[in-house]
Each structure stands twice: as C-alpha cells, then as structure tokens.
C-alpha cells in the first residue's frame, strides 16, 4: 500500500511530519510520500522522505506566471504530484496537459476523481495513479471503505487493470487502510488524520501497523 | 526605483540570477527583487537577494490542496508577491482575498492591471502598490513609456497619492526605466528582458545604470 | 428607488412573476425590473417588464461558444445586466470587459461587490450602479440593513457621488426597502424573497407599498 | 450524418440561418441542428428547427446567478447541448455534472475533446455523443480529415462502440462531411463554414449534397 499524505495548508510543521514519516517509511517498509506546499517542497525534501506536489499547472516552460512548473518541483525534490484534487478541480484538457507535464518532467501522477465514472475518465488519460474521494466525505473521519465500499470496488474495475486505485477521503486509522486494501485500492490518500494530529507519529504508525 | 524582476517558467538558471541580482544591488544601492517559481523561493531567498512570490491565493490556513498560502511563502523566504499578473488574471474577491492574506502573512503587495481604469480599481483595495501592463506590450521590447505614455501618467493619476505605481510590459534597457521614472513610475517590472538575456549581469547593470 | 428581481436558477414561473411585476410597477409607478435565465429573456420581456440579463460576457462579436454576448441579450429584450454577482464571481479584467460589452450593446450595468473595499474598486470601473451583498447574508433573511447597516452607508460613500449604490442580500419586506433607502441606498437587489412568494404579487407589492 | 452548426457569437442572423437550415433539413432528410446564443434559443426554435444550447451549467435548480440552467434551455426549445467546446472548456467535474444535468432536463448532448486520450476520457461520462476538434484547426478551413486522419480514426476507436464520434474543426464543404463519414464519423459540427458565409442556403446545401 502506497501512504500519500497531504498536508494541504494546514498549520503544521511539514518538516518534522516529514521527518516522521521519513522513520515510520524506514522503520516499516512502507511506501509512505508528504505533499507540502509547493514552497516548501525543498526543505521537505532534504529530510530524505518521498516528496510530492499537491499540483502542477499544465504547461512548459515560457511566459507563465504564478503557475506551478513541473521541472521546478523536480529540481526542489518532487517524485510526484497530485492533479484534480477536490480542492483544486481542473478542467478536463489541464489534466491532460498536467499529467503530459508531469511525464516530460519525470513526476508521478495521482489525479483524482469524485466518483467510479471519473475514475473511468481520468484513468484514459494515462496516470500513474488515480484516487478516489466522494467531496462529500472528505474531512469527515467516516471513510469512504465504510460509507460505501462500492465506491471503491467500482471504481477499480472503472480504472481497469493498468491504472492502480488509491481510496482517500476519511482515512484515519489502520482499520480503514486494510479496509480499502481489501476492497482492492493499492494506497490511501490522506490529510487531516495525520497533519491534524497531536502525536503525527503515532497517528502514522497505527495507520500503516496493519500493513 | 524599484526593480522587480519576475522569472516566470523561463528555462533560466534562478539562483544564478538571484546571485546577480543581488550583488548589482549591493554594488548600486538599486533596490531589485526576484520573483522565481513557488518551488524555488527557498533557495532564491538563500542567495540574500529580495524575494518575491509570483501569486498567493486568498486563502487562510486549512483545507486548500494545491494553493499557495502566503505563509508559507514567508517561512520559504519571501517578503512581498505578485497578484493579477495578466497571465494569473484574478476575480475581483480574489484579489481583495490576496491582498488580505499578504498582509495578514507579511508580504507587500505589486497587484497588477492592464489600464488605468484597472488601476484605480485595484489601488481601492489598498495594496502596497500597482503595476500596469497593457498585455499587447507584454514581451514585445517596445516599452509602455514608449508605446502610449499617457497611460504611465494616467494610471499615476489614478493611483493615487498613497499608491505608487510601477511600469511593466517591454521594459528592456536603462533607458526605459528612465522613461518610466520621469512619467511618475516608482519601480518597473520586468521579465524576459534580464531572464531570457545571455549575460544576466550586463542586462541587469545596464539597466539600473542611470538611476 | 430600483427594485431589480433576480430569478436566478429557481423553479419560478419567470412569465407570471414578470407579469406581475409588470403590473405593480405599473400600478404603484415604482422601477421593478426582473433577471430571468438567460434562455428566458425574450418571454419575460414579451410581459412588458423590464428585463435584465444575470450575465453577460465581456466579449465581442466573434468565435466564442458558450459565452453570453450583449447584444443577444438585447435582441431578446433586455435592456440591463448584472454583473459580478457573488453567485457569478468575475476577473477584475472581466469586470471591466463586461462593462465595456454592456455600454457598447446599450445594456444598463449594475456590478456586484462584497464589501466597501471592492464597491469602489468596481466604482472605478465606471457602472451605472453597483450592488453591496455581503456573501454571508444571501438568502438569510436578514437584511444588511439590520445586520450591518455600516456597511451599506460605507458603500454608498465609496461608491461617490456619481455611482449609485443597491442593497442586497436579505432583503424581503417593505421595512428593509425603506431602510436601505435610508441609509442611502438608491435600489434593492432581490431573490428569494420575491421568487420563492407563494403568492409574488402580495410578496412584490408588499416590498414597494412604503415607497 | 448529424450536421451540428455552432453559430458561436458571429454577427449573423440566427432567425434567417435557422429558417435556412429547417428547410434544407425538410428538403434533404439530412438531419441539421442550430446552436445559437442562449438568449436567441426560443425565437430560433420557433422556425422548427431542432435547436441545441452551446453550453448548460452542471447545476440544479437554486441559487445560481448567471448559470445556464438545463431545464430554461429546453423550455426556450432547446432539444440538445453542446459541453466543453475548446471555448468554453469545462473542468471533469464539471462536464460529469452538466451530462447529468442535461439527461435530468431532456437534452441530448455532445461533448467535445481536444484528441483521442480526452475521447476516450469524455466517452467514460456517458454522453450522448462526443466531438473531436484539435484547437488548432478550429476555424482554419483545414478539416481534421485532411490535417490528420488519424485523429478521427483514433476518436473513433477512443469513443468505443457506444458512443457516435462528431468531427469538428475545419469542415466547410461536401466532401469533408464525406471524408469524416468514411473515417468512421457520424456527424460534424460546423461553425464559421456556413454561420459566415454570405450565402448561407448555398453553403449548406452544398455540404449535404453528398449526403
């Protein structure tokens, strides 16, 4: 299972969560990636663990400004980057052109989608990934796995067999990451279970215990 | 005069041109500050030159995927930023929102517009100050002062007394800078003139040359 | 005092209230006009009511798909437009060619603002009037003449003495009328008040009896 | 052959071109739809022709300001939307809600793409039918059919066994349409070919000629 953890614009301390996460990954052997804010990818990076971008603009290098350039989040350290996250809804033709840019930089793609059909979209734009979060869950602490397991079934079966699953909004405990392991998602999308917690530490390693 | 340099996507080497830049400024007294990507602030900011953010949304801390908080910026090393470039054109709200948690975070604010109208419209919202760009002069190399001066002195006019107004759009040599003071400019916004030219420091001394 | 009803996308029966409208506006001598759908311009202005667009694009004639150009909505009978709304939240630059658009197609402009700060940013912007609505008070009930009567006043001497100022959000009953007029308010922006009445004409004449 | 003609926001005479339209759709059995602007659906409906909406708004009934709302447009006539033309492109989400919203009004609708990837993608959403039109060659005079073939070829298969594939960009003569159904194509959509010619009955006589 693959662990991506977004820290959205919380008021946290990226670089000690990323250090966490750095030893709970090291510890375990879990996958286990931080999405900072785009200005603080660099630090997050240095602290060793994977780093991803919470998205990147659909475009090359040229007269562009305040977008968020591909090869700038690699330099700082980026692996990888969400695209489409419900807070950051793209257009159709700008998920293409962000997953064609991510590619050309060498970023993995996570692109998310509301429901089984947009999984199906999404999933013919050739991602790495897609994620899976009904809006209407995310930060509510109920799991999609829960709240209505078919959502996830489906949505693998609409992704197909190239296009691996990750189920996110609700994720907080070790419970709901074997849940949506069992209903076929190979990772978990997460952010206020871990970002919000008082002990980050802890939070993280009951998550990623069952695994 | 103030010189602020915006890096844009441009393929260039950032924190060379932030070395550059922030050693003409030691040597001149100019006051020059680079805009790179979000993703490059930190190492930017690292070189001692002055910092600036490309755009910040209008958000405040809490569940925002791929936004650029303010604060974030700041802690990365940025103390002022950009807002309504005419390539990240903002709602109205949104640039009240942005100017809001500038503030809020500590950054100045440059808010850009395309006429005069614009700028007395956005010198309402009490921002630091605002540049004008008509965006058919935008990387043209024919500079607005040249082009159509009256629309330097009429944005000027429209600004305000407690607003200073900076001129972008073509803005390529020492002499332009000096077209631009002597309409009533108090700064310039510059682009591909420095970022895209072969020898940084040349572009850049031979513009704040004749101040 | 210009009562202009906004239908937006409610289940109404936009041909009944105008007629209705209509009739009051006839009987009472008080300036009601109505902004149905789009589509719904021509019938609602076949009634004899005074129509406005909720929208229009700030674009020419030319190759634009699913825009609103001006001159449509005057073809079909519509003599106004809003502009902004905080339901239809527009780019500064937008703003600005959607007032040029209106003024070009012979289109009245009322452009919406949320707070005084950006009731004279859109004042510069040269309107024939603006609205203040408080995004936290649309569709409450409470009026902001009740809820922060400040602000409507602050509006008006923001706006200046050439740009009048409507009161929206809130507003449903003759009282609140009379005392936006009080505060210096020159029309009231309506919806749900009006359009949701079981019985609109007892809703409508009810709202302009103390004018 | 479907003959879908957009008439954008071109200074054309939507009445008489509709007029023109329902009778070479009577005299040929081809079958010929009109996009006008919203605000002109209903006088263009009432010369008979089927007429389709160049945009609707993934959105119910409510408070909505400047939305097109699905069920005004099927009460001004409309039988059909267009969604996410490269004009007005529509974010995942957003095109997902706007096919909901039209098959809950009645409306049968096209979706465009930009290739065969954002086909397929568009496909997965269930629409009624998609169309293809590389940007490039909208409005240029060169149909995709000559430009690149493949591309419609592609769609075709992207677009899989359900759902029929429009050609877009380009197509302005008889052999086009023909050249699009010999790729596999099961109608065009039209734009500037017809909408500005100076003799519109001709224009459009002689692209279904062949058919």
């Not at 989608?113 to 050739?126: G, H, I, K, T, Y």
């Amino acid at each position: 299972m693959f662990v991506l953890l977004n820290l959205k614009a919380y008021p946290c301390e990226a670089v000690e969560i990323a250090t966490v996460a750095a030893d709970v990954a090291d510890d375990t052997g879990v996958r286990i990636a931080i999405a900072p804010q785009t200005a603080e990818i660099a630090p997050v990076a240095e602290t060793g663990v994977e780093t991803w971008a919470q998205h990147v603009s659909g475009i090359e290098h040229g007269s562009h400004t305040g977008s968020t350039l591909a090869e700038a989040t690699v330099r700082a350290g980026a692996s990888g980057t969400l695209l489409n996250h419900s807070e950051r809804r793209l257009r159709l033709a700008d998920i293409d052109a962000g997953i064609r840019a991510a590619k050309r930089a060498g970023l993995e793609t996570v692109v998310c989608a509301n429901n089984p059909r947009q999984v199906a979209a999404v999933a013919s734009l050739q991602p790495d990934a897609v994620a899976v979060e009904p809006p209407e869950l995310i930060g509510t602490g109920t799991p999609v796995s829960k709240a209505d397991p078919e959502i996830v079934t489906d949505s693998v079966d609409a992704a197909g067999e190239d296009v691996p699953v990750l189920c996110g909004a609700g994720i907080s405990t070790g419970e709901d990451v074997t849940a949506a392991a069992d209903l076929g998602a190979e990772g978990v999308l997460l952010a206020s279970g871990v970002a919000k917690a008082d002990d980050p530490r802890a939070a993280l390693e009951a998550l990623v215990e069952p695994l």
